[in-house]
Nanobody
Framework: QVRLVESGGGSVQAGGSLRLSCGAHGFNFRWYCVGWFRQAPGKEREGLAAIYTADGTTYYGKSVKGRFTISQDNDMNTVFLQMNNLQPEDTATYYC?????????????????RGQGTQVTVSS
């Protein structure tokens, strides 16, 4: 069954770190754009970061640049989101999404597959 599975969410105190993982099941991320997004209750969905797996080019949203890092494993089965210096405003459900091809329009969402989400809660 083709699907994305996120993991690594949890509860941390402000200033802490988490690393999220997005695993490809039933396919491989080669030649895909993989992105991380989040949505908090009452807020719009926000694009955080994306990576074009073919060449490793990364893209970041303004609110997380310098704090979050997206990367991929060598087998192109998993994409990671390292999140440092987390703040209460980072509390949200985090999703990974993917579609084949470049990341030129990643910020608006990637429509092929979407994971079920993983919750991140940051306390002050």
């Amino acid at each position: 069954q083709v699907r994305l599975v996120e993991s690594g969410g949890g509860s941390v105190q402000a200033g802490g770190s988490l690393r999220l993982s997005c695993g490809a099941h039933g396919f491989n991320f080669r030649w895909y754009c993989v992105g991380w997004f989040r949505q908090a209750p009452g807020k719009e969905r926000e694009g955080l970061a994306a990576i074009y797996t073919a060449d490793g080019t990364t893209y970041y949203g303004k609110s997380v640049k310098g704090r979050f890092t997206i990367s991929q494993d060598n087998d192109m089965n998993t994409v990671f989101l390292q999140m440092n210096n987390l703040q209460p405003e980072d509390t949200a459900t985090y999703y990974c999404e993917t579609e084949w091809g470049s990341c030129s329009e990643w910020y608006n969402g990637l429509s092929l597959y979407r994971g079920q989400g993983t919750q991140v809660t940051v306390s002050s």
